[in-house]
């Protein structure tokens, strides 16, 4: 399954995309490993997501991963977390049931925040295997409350409830806590082969940071040490889309977390984002959207 990254360039999915229109607009997507085998197939070739991290959960049988340069060869129940822009393949036998979980990597981050609010770095957002037969008794009981938690988030996401964005983001919030609880301690940190892979992390690590603080493309440039041109024809090969346009989304994306969220008035939220004249963050907005943020916040509220 391993490739070699500088020979043949790893396909890029986007689950809004190429597999359930629905969840084009939404930063998490969960459905069940079965659906997903029907549609993908059991044995997955090598590709990687480039914003979204995944976790797969199996219920039992015999499962293989590779996750960048790892090799995991599982039997029985297992989960597996796959950092974003991480290349990664796997096969499971037919008939093995699980869920798939997939979250944007801004929410990943927002949801890790301390209470400082400083984000985490990416270097603790590290792939992992965690294997139920081979957890110790304690262990077991983190391990059962996880299960309860992926059961949980079904439920919700298969219910019609209100406020259910904010529940599904609490139950991912708990599932990722959990699952770094269980994880082995001395994992380390895969490094990602492809340097062009690693410039495109490095540049989402800094949008995250930076996005509020709205610097402008020949800073992230700098930063990061590439030419304007450079950097996008790196996020056009890994993400399909021009750092422009990925700085936007994550304007935008938290621009619509806060409208949702908070109680801040629509000027104080442009403050926020780093746009000094109100106008203008109505006018980005609107531009993004169809929307005045007015109107979407209302809608937001139905």
């Avoid at 940071?209 to 610097?215: A, G, H, L, S």
Wanted: contains cysteine.
């Amino acid at each position: 399954m391993p490739v070699n990254h500088n020979d043949e360039w790893i396909p890029n999915i986007v689950i809004g995309q190429d597999y359930d229109q629905h969840f084009a607009e939404a930063s998490i997507h969960f459905d069940v490993l079965g659906r997903m085998a029907d549609f993908f197939g059991r044995d997955m070739p090598v590709h990687l997501h480039a914003q979204f991290l995944q976790i797969h959960f199996i219920h039992g049988g015999k499962s293989h991963f590779y996750i960048d340069e790892a090799v995991y060869n599982c039997e029985g129940a297992c989960v597996f977390l796959t950092p974003p822009a991480i290349p990664h393949s796997f096969m499971t036998q037919p008939g093995i049931t699980g869920y798939v979980l997939t979250v944007h990597q801004s929410l990943i981050w927002y949801l890790l925040s301390d209470s400082q609010n400083n984000q985490l770095d990416s270097e603790h957002i590290r792939p992992i295997c965690i294997e139920k037969r081979l957890l110790s008794e304690d262990q077991l009981k983190l391990w059962h409350r996880l299960e309860h938690s992926f059961e949980a988030l079904q439920d919700e996401w298969q219910d019609e409830h209100s406020d259910k964005n904010f529940a599904l983001e609490s139950i991912v919030r708990l599932l990722l806590l959990q699952m770094m609880r269980l994880a082995p301690e001395k994992t380390e940190t895969q490094t990602v082969a492809s340097e062009e892979l690693r410039q495109f992390r490095r540049f989402s690590e800094l949008l995250e940071k930076e996005f509020r603080n709205r610097w402008p493309l020949s800073k992230y440039c700098s930063t990061i040490g590439v030419s304007e041109s450079r950097l996008n024809h790196i996020c056009q090969r890994v993400a399909n889309c021009p750092p422009k346009k990925l700085i936007h989304e994550r304007v935008l994306q938290e621009s619509k977390r806060m409208l949702r969220y908070s109680n801040l008035s629509i000027n104080d939220i442009g403050f926020e984002l780093g746009f000094t004249d109100p106008s203008y963050f109505s006018r980005f907005f609107r531009k993004q959207t169809g929307l005045t943020p007015k109107d979407f916040r209302l809608q937001s509220s139905l």
